[in-house]
């Protein structure tokens, strides 16, 4: 491709060390991951108590932190990040619950972990793309 030249090893580094100082690396890259391995121990641990661990693996840990980001990368342009940012939110959660709704129909038959999974998937991109379509 012309005028397309890959970033040194260097390069990439110097632009990690740069956004780690300056704390963004921090924020969106690590504490994001730190959060889902938190949540993910924290199921794992109260898996006994099915409605406790499901409190927590669907609380909304990764959306304020994914709204801060947003809102840090546009400065000057808050209202319009939230207003689009936080609709595309229900989007994806409204695709989710779909996800959880085929998921729930597909046990109460009597399926399996795996179909389960796929059913609730399908759900999840049909509820998405209709929702592309409306939106």
Known sequence: MPGFRPASHQEEMASVAGAAASG?????????????????????????????AAAIATAPTGTPLSIWVMVQQRP??????????????????T???AFAVGAHVAARAGWTMWPVIFVGYVAWLVAWLLLDRLV
């Open 24 to 52: 963004s690396f921090l924020v969106s890259h690590l504490l994001p991951t730190l959060i889902s391995v938190v949540v993910i121990v924290a199921v794992n641990m109260l898996s006994q108590y099915s409605t406790i």
């Open 76 to 93: 000057g342009q808050q209202k319009q990040v939230l207003v689009e940012y936080t609709g595309a939110v229900i989007k994806g959660v």
């Open 95 to 97: 695709a989710t619950l």
